[in-house]
């Protein structure tokens, strides 16, 4: 049985870039919703029926 080390690197650090991205990803649109949150806080929708 011949293991190709080469091939499980290959994969392993396409894997780890991946993770890192997704990562990243995650971070931008969390502090993305975060500020949303925060404007929603500041400036609340006014309906039909709200007084002011």
Do not use: C, S, W
Request: glycine share 2%; charged share 30%; proline share 2%.
């Amino acid at each position: 049985m011949n293991i190709d080390y080469i091939i499980i690197a290959v994969v392993v650090v396409v894997l780890i870039i991946l993770l890192i991205l997704f990562l990243r990803r995650n971070n931008k649109d969390e502090k993305a919703f975060e500020q949303d949150i925060i404007q929603e806080e500041l400036n609340p929708e006014k309906h039909k029926g709200d007084k002011t």
